[in-house]
């Protein structure tokens, strides 16, 4: 048994204690473990063998600093507790672990500051960033893609390679639906005013408002949040409409109790839709009619697009924007639009 394994020695084997044990130079053993191809086999084995016999595992910075890769990708979300999230961080940890990376995942909270401080502290650390729901402004966005290869998600800016679900035509499915139903007014629950998609559904909403004839109504922002619920209902009960759409599903999930809360049936007083189809929309009470997207989807082909722009070197990326398509998932929140928009027979407002 070497010495370097016996009793009493916790510490990590490092690049020496390999090159000691194999009898070569420290740098032999590094292009052995880096490049295979560059150093004779037998010495290779002899390398090799030494390794495992020390439980050498390397360290990704030191092999960044001769390789100038660390195989890991950086996943920036702005909350992780959301599940929208859940299913980009699925799909982007399964595609990186069989091309044979690390993901790195960081929570920005919301914060377009956060976000930005996190790309440049950590930037040693990772190759790339896919960026799910950026907060930065267009101009911040465009010049990180000078300085770093990243793909945003759910984002469209110039000069930025993207992966854009298109929830603004299910917006238009969804008030042709409301339309359907007898709705003429739809009030629009806004999410953070950081938000990029945020305002293309705002925009696909009046669009669709004026073909359809439809007073659109922009309540908020709010947090896109369970919590931010009870205010968001209470707004939408001032309004006077008879329909609305919410930024995301968890806002209009919190929205309900609030309106059980306060004597409005849902649909029969009110109808209400969400946005992104999370776990939880289909067996809340009353189950959501929402805009269900692929989400996981998003996460591999913004991963693949950032690989290819990797493994390319200085290639063009073979795509530099992707659409995945969105649709309307009908459930029991929406229904007839009532003779008068709804009255309040409960607790008075917050």
Not at 166 to 192: F, K, M
Request: charged share 20%; with cysteine.
């Amino acid at each position: 048994m070497s010495p370097l394994t016996g009793a009493g020695n916790d510490r990590p084997a490092t690049l020496a204690d390999v090159a000691a044990l194999s009898g070569v130079a420290t740098s032999t053993v590094s292009r052995a473990l880096s490049n295979p191809g560059r150093v004779n086999a037998r010495t290779r084995e002899r390398i090799e063998r030494a390794a495992r016999e020390l439980d050498y595992v390397p360290n990704s910075q030191a092999r960044a600093l001769t390789s100038g890769r660390t195989r890991a990708i950086a996943v920036l979300v702005s909350d992780v507790t959301n599940p929208f999230y859940f299913g980009i961080i699925r799909g982007t940890q399964q595609q990186l672990k069989a091309a044979g990376y690390t993901q790195l995942l960081v929570d920005t909270e919301e914060s377009d500051e956060l976000e930005d401080g996190t790309l440049h502290k950590l930037r040693r650390s990772f190759d790339g960033a896919i960026l799910a729901a950026s907060r930065l402004t267009d101009r911040r966005l465009s010049a990180l893609a000078q300085e770093i290869p990243l793909v945003a998600v759910n984002r469209q800016t110039r000069g930025v390679p993207s992966v854009f679900i298109d929830t603004p035509s299910a917006i238009e499915q969804a008030v042709g639906h409301l339309v359907s139903l007898g709705h003429r007014r739809v009030a629009y629950v806004s999410g953070p005013a950081t938000s990029w998609p945020n305002e293309g559904r705002w925009r696909a909403l009046v669009r669709a408002g004026e073909r359809y004839g439809v007073d659109a109504v922009r309540l908020g922002p709010f947090a896109p949040r369970q919590y931010a619920g009870a205010a968001a209902a209470d707004a939408v009960l001032h309004s006077g409409v008879t329909a609305c759409i919410a930024f995301n599903d968890l806002l209009a999930i919190g929205m309900l109790p609030r309106f059980r809360e306060r004597g409005v049936r849902i649909p029969d007083d009110l109808s209400i839709v969400g946005c992104d189809d999370i776990f939880g929309a289909d067996f809340c009470n009353p189950p959501l009619t929402t805009l269900t997207a692929p989400i996981e989807q998003a996460g591999r082909t913004a991963v693949a697009m950032l690989l290819s722009r990797l493994d390319g070197g200085l290639a063009p990326v073979v795509r530099q924007a992707v659409t995945l398509p969105t649709h309307l998932t009908v459930r029991d929140s929406t229904g007839p639009a009532p003779h008068a928009a709804p009255t309040t027979n409960g607790a008075s407002p917050a």
